[in-house]
């Protein structure tokens, strides 16, 4: 069974930064590409992040503009998110995602940035 659970979301102030983990189980994590996508109510799903299985970034979507960082730990089957200098527009629930070796999303993880 693939599975992905998102964490470390919550409430952030303007300005603020926040690191996202996503603990993957059920297939080789370290040989797969893994995403971060986001989704905020009444809007389609967003493109956040992409990272190869070494390690490397890939992309990032446009509104990032060097904000964030997509990273993962091969031996912790993890793949994080660290979020800085975070925007009230960055508010919305987490996803990560997986191509192969079958689809897969986690259920996600809401961050909520707010005075």
């Known amino acids: 069974q693939v599975q992905l659970v998102e964490s470390g979301g919550g409430l952030v102030q303007p300005g603020g930064s926040l690191r996202l983990s996503c603990a993957a189980s059920?297939?080789?994590?370290?040989?797969?590409?893994m995403h971060w996508y986001r989704q905020a109510p009444g809007k389609e799903r967003e493109f956040v992040a992409l990272?190869?299985?070494?390690?490397?970034?890939?992309s990032y979507g446009d509104f990032v503009k060097g904000r964030f960082t997509i990273s993962r730990d091969n031996e912790k089957n993890t793949l994080y998110l660290q979020m800085n200098s975070l925007k009230s527009e960055d508010k919305a629930v987490y996803y990560c995602?997986?191509?192969?070796?079958?689809?897969?999303w986690g259920k996600g993880t809401q961050v909520t940035v707010s005075s």
């Open positions: 990272i190869a299985p070494s390690g490397d970034p890939v």
């Open positions: 059920g297939f080789t994590f370290s040989s797969f590409s």
């Open positions: 995602f997986a191509v192969r070796p079958v689809s897969a």
